[in-house]
Protein backbone atom coordinates (compact mmCIF):
# COMPACT_ATOMS: atom_id res chain seq x y z
CA UNK A 1 0.00 0.00 0.00
CA UNK A 2 1.48 3.28 -1.05
CA UNK A 3 1.03 6.14 1.69
CA UNK A 4 0.32 9.47 -0.11
CA UNK A 5 0.04 12.67 1.30
CA UNK A 6 -0.21 14.58 -1.44
CA UNK A 7 -3.40 15.81 -1.42
CA UNK A 8 -2.92 17.33 2.27
CA UNK A 9 -1.95 20.92 1.79
CA UNK A 10 0.66 22.28 3.75
CA UNK A 11 -1.46 23.94 5.86
CA UNK A 12 -3.44 20.74 6.56
CA UNK A 13 0.01 19.28 7.31
CA UNK A 14 1.40 22.24 9.89
CA UNK A 15 -1.77 21.26 11.53
CA UNK A 16 -1.66 17.43 11.99
CA UNK A 17 2.05 17.83 13.46
CA UNK A 18 0.95 20.62 15.55
CA UNK A 19 -1.77 18.45 16.95
CA UNK A 20 0.33 15.50 17.46
CA UNK A 21 3.33 17.95 19.38
CA UNK A 22 0.84 19.56 21.72
CA UNK A 23 -0.47 15.38 22.81
CA UNK A 24 2.80 14.44 23.52
CA UNK A 25 3.24 17.57 26.11
CA UNK A 26 -0.43 16.66 27.36
CA UNK A 27 -0.91 12.89 27.20
CA UNK A 28 2.94 11.43 27.44
CA UNK A 29 4.48 13.90 29.83
CA UNK A 30 1.24 13.00 32.55
CA UNK A 31 1.58 9.16 31.66
CA UNK A 32 5.21 9.31 32.39
CA UNK A 33 5.01 11.03 35.28
CA UNK A 34 2.73 8.70 36.80
CA UNK A 35 4.97 5.70 35.54
CA UNK A 36 7.91 8.10 37.41
CA UNK A 37 6.03 8.20 40.26
CA UNK A 38 4.71 4.85 40.86
CA UNK A 39 8.36 3.44 40.01
CA UNK A 40 10.08 5.72 42.44
CA UNK A 41 7.21 6.47 45.24
CA UNK A 42 5.58 2.48 45.76
CA UNK A 43 5.10 3.47 49.64
CA UNK A 44 3.13 6.97 48.42
CA UNK A 45 1.26 4.52 45.24
CA UNK A 46 -2.03 4.40 47.00
CA UNK A 47 -2.01 7.77 47.94
CA UNK A 48 -3.79 10.52 46.91
CA UNK A 49 -0.40 12.74 46.06
CA UNK A 50 0.24 11.37 42.79
CA UNK A 51 -2.23 13.55 41.28
CA UNK A 52 -0.45 16.64 43.05
CA UNK A 53 2.49 15.66 42.18
CA UNK A 54 1.47 14.88 37.72
CA UNK A 55 -0.31 18.86 38.14
CA UNK A 56 3.00 20.00 39.67
CA UNK A 57 5.52 19.03 37.04
CA UNK A 58 2.70 19.99 34.71
CA UNK A 59 2.45 23.47 35.49
CA UNK A 60 6.17 23.20 34.84
CA UNK A 61 5.68 22.96 31.30
CA UNK A 62 5.24 26.19 30.91
CA UNK A 63 8.61 27.70 32.94
CA UNK A 64 11.57 27.97 31.33
CA UNK A 65 13.19 25.54 32.85
CA UNK A 66 11.16 22.77 31.50
CA UNK A 67 11.94 23.94 27.82
CA UNK A 68 14.10 21.33 26.89
CA UNK A 69 11.64 18.77 28.40
CA UNK A 70 8.76 20.16 27.49
CA UNK A 71 10.61 19.83 23.41
CA UNK A 72 11.16 16.24 23.79
CA UNK A 73 7.79 15.15 24.98
CA UNK A 74 6.34 17.66 22.05
CA UNK A 75 9.19 15.61 19.31
CA UNK A 76 7.71 12.05 20.57
CA UNK A 77 4.45 13.46 20.03
CA UNK A 78 5.00 13.49 16.51
CA UNK A 79 7.40 11.01 16.17
CA UNK A 80 4.40 8.39 17.53
CA UNK A 81 1.19 10.57 16.06
CA UNK A 82 2.37 11.35 13.03
CA UNK A 83 2.74 7.91 11.93
CA UNK A 84 -0.59 6.98 13.22
CA UNK A 85 -2.48 9.88 11.46
CA UNK A 86 -0.32 8.84 8.11
CA UNK A 87 -1.74 5.32 8.42
CA UNK A 88 -5.23 6.34 9.09
CA UNK A 89 -5.38 8.27 6.17
CA UNK A 90 -3.72 5.67 4.09
CA UNK A 91 -6.49 3.26 5.16
CA UNK A 92 -9.62 5.38 5.15
CA UNK A 93 -8.67 6.42 1.42
CA UNK A 94 -7.73 3.20 0.61
CA UNK A 95 -11.52 2.02 1.94
CA UNK A 96 -13.18 4.47 -0.07
CA UNK A 97 -11.41 3.72 -3.50
CA UNK A 98 -12.26 -0.18 -2.87
CA UNK A 99 -15.79 1.12 -2.00
CA UNK A 100 -16.04 3.37 -5.25
CA UNK A 101 -14.56 0.38 -7.23
CA UNK A 102 -17.21 -1.87 -5.97
CA UNK A 103 -20.52 0.19 -6.62
CA UNK A 104 -18.66 1.17 -10.53
CA UNK A 105 -18.42 -2.80 -10.82
CA UNK A 106 -21.89 -3.85 -9.39
CA UNK A 107 -23.30 -1.48 -12.31
CA UNK A 108 -24.37 -3.84 -15.14
CA UNK A 109 -23.31 -3.89 -18.72
CA UNK A 110 -26.89 -3.32 -20.20
CA UNK A 111 -27.50 -0.55 -17.28
CA UNK A 112 -24.59 1.46 -18.35
CA UNK A 113 -25.37 1.42 -22.34
CA UNK A 114 -29.18 2.44 -21.49
CA UNK A 115 -28.19 5.31 -19.12
CA UNK A 116 -25.71 6.88 -22.43
CA UNK A 117 -22.45 8.52 -22.11
CA UNK A 118 -21.62 11.14 -19.47
CA UNK A 119 -18.62 12.62 -17.45
CA UNK A 120 -18.26 9.28 -15.77
CA UNK A 121 -19.05 6.51 -18.49
CA UNK A 122 -17.68 6.93 -22.26
CA UNK A 123 -18.04 3.97 -25.11
CA UNK A 124 -15.75 3.71 -27.81
CA UNK A 125 -16.69 1.24 -31.04
CA UNK A 126 -12.87 -0.25 -31.32
CA UNK A 127 -9.29 0.16 -29.46
CA UNK A 128 -7.50 0.23 -32.41
CA UNK A 129 -9.21 -0.48 -35.71
CA UNK A 130 -10.64 2.00 -37.58
CA UNK A 131 -14.04 0.62 -38.76
CA UNK A 132 -13.98 4.07 -41.51
CA UNK A 133 -10.55 3.00 -43.50
CA UNK A 134 -10.92 -0.70 -42.36
CA UNK A 135 -7.19 -1.05 -40.67
CA UNK A 136 -5.56 0.23 -37.58
CA UNK A 137 -5.05 3.16 -36.24
CA UNK A 138 -2.51 5.58 -33.59
CA UNK A 139 -5.73 8.04 -33.72
CA UNK A 140 -8.34 5.76 -32.48
CA UNK A 141 -5.41 4.24 -29.94
CA UNK A 142 -5.31 7.81 -28.80
CA UNK A 143 -8.62 8.17 -28.57
CA UNK A 144 -8.63 5.41 -25.61
CA UNK A 145 -5.80 6.79 -23.95
CA UNK A 146 -7.21 10.33 -23.63
CA UNK A 147 -10.37 8.74 -22.23
CA UNK A 148 -9.03 7.15 -19.42
CA UNK A 149 -6.54 9.98 -18.54
CA UNK A 150 -9.43 12.33 -18.32
CA UNK A 151 -11.50 10.13 -16.42
CA UNK A 152 -8.64 9.64 -14.14
CA UNK A 153 -8.05 13.21 -13.70
CA UNK A 154 -12.06 14.17 -13.00
CA UNK A 155 -14.32 11.32 -10.52
CA UNK A 156 -13.16 8.11 -12.50
CA UNK A 157 -16.16 5.59 -14.22
CA UNK A 158 -15.87 3.46 -17.11
CA UNK A 159 -14.53 3.03 -20.78
CA UNK A 160 -16.45 0.32 -22.36
CA UNK A 161 -14.72 -0.54 -25.81
CA UNK A 162 -17.22 -2.75 -28.25
CA UNK A 163 -20.28 -0.11 -27.85
CA UNK A 164 -20.90 2.76 -30.61
CA UNK A 165 -21.61 6.19 -29.49
CA UNK A 166 -25.30 5.56 -30.28
CA UNK A 167 -25.05 2.42 -27.96
CA UNK A 168 -24.93 -0.12 -30.50
CA UNK A 169 -23.15 -3.30 -29.13
CA UNK A 170 -20.78 -3.85 -31.97
CA UNK A 171 -17.95 -5.97 -30.01
CA UNK A 172 -14.28 -5.88 -30.16
CA UNK A 173 -13.63 -8.76 -32.11
CA UNK A 174 -12.08 -6.54 -34.85
CA UNK A 175 -9.58 -5.24 -32.76
CA UNK A 176 -8.92 -8.80 -31.40
CA UNK A 177 -8.22 -9.86 -35.17
CA UNK A 178 -5.04 -7.70 -35.22
CA UNK A 179 -3.40 -8.89 -32.18
CA UNK A 180 -0.91 -11.95 -32.19
CA UNK A 181 -3.01 -13.30 -29.02
CA UNK A 182 -6.31 -13.34 -30.15
CA UNK A 183 -8.31 -13.35 -26.88
CA UNK A 184 -9.21 -11.57 -23.79
CA UNK A 185 -5.29 -12.15 -22.07
CA UNK A 186 -4.26 -10.66 -25.24
CA UNK A 187 -6.61 -7.90 -25.44
CA UNK A 188 -6.06 -7.10 -22.25
CA UNK A 189 -1.98 -7.23 -22.30
CA UNK A 190 -2.33 -4.75 -25.31
CA UNK A 191 -4.59 -2.41 -23.49
CA UNK A 192 -2.74 -2.15 -20.44
CA UNK A 193 0.59 -1.53 -22.52
CA UNK A 194 -1.12 1.18 -24.86
CA UNK A 195 -1.72 2.68 -21.12
CA UNK A 196 1.39 2.57 -19.71
CA UNK A 197 3.39 3.73 -22.55
CA UNK A 198 1.44 6.98 -22.46
CA UNK A 199 0.52 7.30 -19.30
CA UNK A 200 3.37 5.35 -17.15
CA UNK A 201 3.14 2.36 -15.26
CA UNK A 202 2.34 4.28 -12.23
CA UNK A 203 -1.52 5.17 -13.08
CA UNK A 204 -2.33 1.29 -14.02
CA UNK A 205 -2.96 0.68 -10.75
CA UNK A 206 -5.89 2.53 -10.87
CA UNK A 207 -7.45 0.70 -14.01
CA UNK A 208 -9.24 -2.66 -14.03
CA UNK A 209 -10.32 -4.19 -17.06
CA UNK A 210 -12.99 -7.17 -17.46
CA UNK A 211 -14.79 -8.45 -20.02
CA UNK A 212 -18.23 -9.77 -20.97
CA UNK A 213 -20.45 -11.33 -23.88
CA UNK A 214 -23.84 -9.11 -24.77
CA UNK A 215 -25.73 -10.24 -27.74
CA UNK A 216 -22.86 -12.74 -28.87
CA UNK A 217 -20.33 -9.50 -29.15
CA UNK A 218 -17.26 -9.54 -26.93
CA UNK A 219 -16.99 -6.07 -24.64
CA UNK A 220 -14.26 -4.98 -22.86
CA UNK A 221 -14.97 -2.63 -19.74
CA UNK A 222 -11.97 -0.72 -18.56
CA UNK A 223 -13.06 0.49 -14.74
CA UNK A 224 -11.18 3.98 -13.86
CA UNK A 225 -10.66 5.06 -10.21
CA UNK A 226 -10.01 8.72 -9.83
CA UNK A 227 -6.29 9.49 -9.66
CA UNK A 228 -4.44 10.21 -6.57
CA UNK A 229 -2.43 13.34 -8.91
CA UNK A 230 -2.92 14.66 -12.49
CA UNK A 231 -2.02 12.48 -15.22
CA UNK A 232 -0.76 13.69 -18.26
CA UNK A 233 -0.96 11.86 -21.74
CA UNK A 234 2.78 12.25 -23.49
CA UNK A 235 2.57 12.77 -26.90
CA UNK A 236 6.45 12.45 -27.55
CA UNK A 237 8.12 15.21 -25.50
CA UNK A 238 4.79 17.00 -24.96
CA UNK A 239 2.61 16.13 -21.87
CA UNK A 240 -1.29 16.35 -22.46
CA UNK A 241 -3.42 17.03 -19.78
CA UNK A 242 -7.54 16.09 -20.59
CA UNK A 243 -10.55 16.23 -18.12
CA UNK A 244 -14.01 15.40 -18.91
CA UNK A 245 -16.70 17.81 -19.22
CA UNK A 246 -19.94 16.22 -19.51
CA UNK A 247 -19.56 13.10 -21.87
CA UNK A 248 -16.83 14.76 -23.88
CA UNK A 249 -12.69 14.51 -22.85
CA UNK A 250 -11.15 18.03 -23.39
CA UNK A 251 -7.80 18.90 -23.21
CA UNK A 252 -7.18 22.13 -20.84
CA UNK A 253 -4.10 24.44 -21.99
CA UNK A 254 -1.24 25.55 -19.56
CA UNK A 255 -3.50 27.84 -17.24
CA UNK A 256 -6.37 25.69 -17.23
CA UNK A 257 -4.17 22.88 -16.19
CA UNK A 258 -3.10 24.54 -13.31
CA UNK A 259 -6.03 25.96 -12.17
CA UNK A 260 -7.35 22.29 -12.41
CA UNK A 261 -4.71 20.12 -10.75
CA UNK A 262 -4.55 22.48 -8.09
CA UNK A 263 -8.73 22.71 -7.19
CA UNK A 264 -8.56 18.68 -6.90
CA UNK A 265 -5.68 18.81 -4.17
CA UNK A 266 -8.75 20.39 -2.01
CA UNK A 267 -11.36 17.93 -3.31
CA UNK A 268 -12.26 14.70 -1.09
CA UNK A 269 -11.04 11.38 -2.80
CA UNK A 270 -13.80 9.68 -4.30
Known amino acids: ?35 Y ?3 FHPAHAASGTVANFVLERMVGVFQRRMVGMTGIFAALGVLLG ?12 RGDRIRSLELELNRGIPDLIAAGES ?23 AAIVRTVAALMNHRGGSLLIGVSDNGEIVGIEEDLATLRRRDRDGFEAYLVGLL ?5 AAVLRHVHVAFSRLEGKELCRVVVQRGRGP ?33 RQTEPES
Open 1 to 35: MRIDGASLSPQAWVGIVSACAIAGVLLLHPLTMVI
Open 37 to 39: WFE
Open 82 to 93: LPAVVLTRAFTV
Open 119 to 141: EILEFKSSARWDRNTGKVSRAVE
Open 196 to 200: AHSLG
Open 231 to 263: VYVMDGSTARYFVRTGNTSRELDAREAVLHTAG
